[in-house]
């Protein structure tokens, strides 16, 4: 009796391993067989099972999250929080919104804990790995500063830990054949190496350099703008999908600005934008991401095709731009940069292909997906698109109609904020990853060797003390969308608005996004002068991706007077 009810309350005590919402490993379900006849040999059989079962709670962190157990040399205690999920991969509903899961499972661990806003630093078992999520700007900042810190020898004082980029996902395989592994995001070790792509490739994002392709991002959104409004004139119900003629914007300007590619008719420009297209999708496809896919399977995929084709596209480029000098591209900038140091310094050939990727991730996905929760945001509050209007017809009285970045930069302020407010609502899902090369310490808690650290820009954004409204009101598409706050010193978000990352890595492309995101938005204001939503904000389903967007794409009925 004592064995049978110490093997059931162990069994109960392994109810606690969900997978997901609709199944879970429940031990007590299973049945204790009998090995023999006679009393002795069951009662023996029952104690062997109650003895493991009660192992298995014991260890059950060791066992289905490995990895999870703390650093034995700190004294200080693990974050926060707790590790489920599936054993051995962790929380499966994260993969599907992870911002607001984060948000979920952040607030359920503060009301736990008694606290009153969710804590900014907290533990969870993903990815197939122990994680600490980070939020909070110092937190952030004090992570992120420990990157191209690895190196302490043993007997060595503790020096607050290393970290580096993550690029273990899945195989290294995928990650070589998918997005190379010559670009600023995959150099992890040397810091000297890393310093020298920052600088070359930054060379091809300055300001100055981006001021000078605004005409060119003007005459494509115009061209953009004017195919929307041909396309809602000729449709039976005057309607358009934004987010497709966003991503047509943004592809526009990956293949004419950022490669300086010279693609001849519809049929090459649509064979390019389907290539882009395919090869984005692995940036959300988590399987690619989780499982040690062979090549030869990686080699089979629409992805890898979609990688090869654009390959040869732009070494095709780089080809001519060698035999005919350069074009004014951000690639023929980067191929031509050379280091100030060291004029023989310069990016190899593999180099610069992988950096054009970079550069297409950060020009294109991110800036449609924004650009596209912007229309939405605008069309909940069609105040804000009147203010929008308003504001680019008194700069084209001001100015005339042609747009430069010293005009949207300082004489449009109300664009900037819709800009700025947008992306706070909506930033970027999940956030970056880091590998823990040596425990880190931060906020008076331990991130062991060997697990993985995330910041979330979105819990960040959420908690802000300049903008934090205790029922969660602020981070509302209907309530919380006021660009005017950025408008006032008092009420601006000021380091906690880090939608552009933080550290080595912040977004060094992230001057060609927001003139990209302002031309495109200012465009639209002089030539659509209303527009009704015809998306049901209360009945949209999202859709995963570089940043969250409805899945129908945002449905629009535009009127150009």
């Known amino acids: 009796a004592t064995a049978r009810a110490s093997a059931a309350a162990a069994a109960r005590s392994l109810d606690f391993l969900p997978c997901s919402k609709s ?67 962790g929380s499966l509903s994260m993969y599907f919104d992870m911002n607001r899961y984060f948000h979920r499972r952040a607030s359920v661990l503060g009301a736990k804990l008694g606290l009153d806003s969710p804590p900014r630093i907290w533990k969870m078992f993903g990815f197939g790995k122990p994680m600490a999520i980070l939020s909070g700007s110092s937190n952030i900042r004090s992570m992120l500063g420990r990157e191209f810190k690895k190196g302490r020898k043993k007997g060595d004082s503790y020096s607050g830990g290393a970290v580096s980029q993550a690029t273990d996902f899945g195989s290294g395989q995928f990650m070589e054949m998918i997005f190379g592994t010559e ?43 004017d195919r929307m409004l041909s396309s809602a004139a000729s449709s039976s119900d005057g309607t358009v999908v934004v987010e497709d003629m966003c991503k047509y914007l943004t592809l526009d300007v990956a293949w004419r600005q950022i490669i300086g590619l010279n693609l001849k008719g519809d049929d090459e420009i649509a064979a390019f934008h389907s290539a882009v297209k395919m090869w984005l999708k692995s940036l959300s496809n988590y399987l690619l991401f989780l499982l040690p896919w062979p090549a030869f399977l990686l080699r089979s995929t629409k992805t890898y095709r979609a990688k090869q084709y654009l390959d040869e596209k732009i070494m095709e480029r780089i080809d001519e731009l060698k035999s005919e000098g350069p074009d004014g591209s951000t690639m023929s900038a980067m191929l031509c940069a050379t280091d100030e140091e060291d004029s023989s310094a310069k990016l190899s050939k593999k180099q610069v292909i992988d950096n054009t990727f970079l ?110 409204v205790e029922d969660g009101s602020h981070m509302d598409m209907r309530a919380g969308f006021r660009p005017e706050r950025w408008l006032n010193e008092e009420t601006r978000p000021t380091t906690e608005w880090m939608p552009f990352g933080a550290g080595h890595r912040f977004c060094l492309g992230h001057n060609l996004a927001i003139a990209e995101m302002r031309t495109f938005l200012a465009v639209m204001a002089r030539k ?31 009127h150009s007077n």
């Open 23 to 89: 199944t879970s490993l429940r031990a007590s379900s299973l049945p204790i067989p009998l090995a023999g006849k006679t009393p002795a040999a069951a009662f023996a059989v029952r104690a062997t099972l109650a003895a493991l079962a009660l192992l298995v709670v014991a260890l059950r962190d060791r066992i289905f999250y490995p990895g999870s157990r703390p650093d034995p040399d700190r004294p200080e205690p693990l974050p926060p929080g707790t590790m489920g999920g599936c054993p051995w991969i």
């Open 528 to 558: 659509v002068k209303a527009f009704d939503l015809v998306t049901d904000i209360d009945k949209v389903k999202w859709k995963e991706g570089v940043i969250l967007t409805p899945k129908d794409g945002v449905v629009i009925a535009p």
């Open 183 to 225: 670009s600023m995001s995959f150099e992890t070790s040397d810091a000297t190496k890393y310093r020298f792509l920052q600088k070359l490739v930054g060379q091809s994002l300055t300001p100055e350099a981006v001021a000078k392709g605004v005409p060119a991002l003007q005459e494509s959104s115009e061209k953009v703008v």
């Open 359 to 468: 550069l297409l991730i950060a020009g294109s996905e991110t800036s449609s997906n924004t650009l596209t929760d912007a229309m939405l945001l605008l069309g909940l509050h069609p105040e804000a698109w009147d203010k929008l209007v308003k504001e680019q017809e008194d700069l084209v009285a001001r100015r005339g109609p042609n747009l430069t970045k010293a005009q949207i930069d300082d004489e449009c302020p109300y664009l900037d904020a819709v800009v700025r407010e947008t992306m706070r609502i909506c930033p970027i899902s999940g956030g970056g990853v880091r590998t823990v090369d040596e425990t880190l310490v931060v906020d008076g808690v331990q991130v062991p060797k060997g697990w993985w650290a995330m910041y979330s820009v979105g819990l960040t954004h959420e908690a802000d003390p300049k903008t934090r």
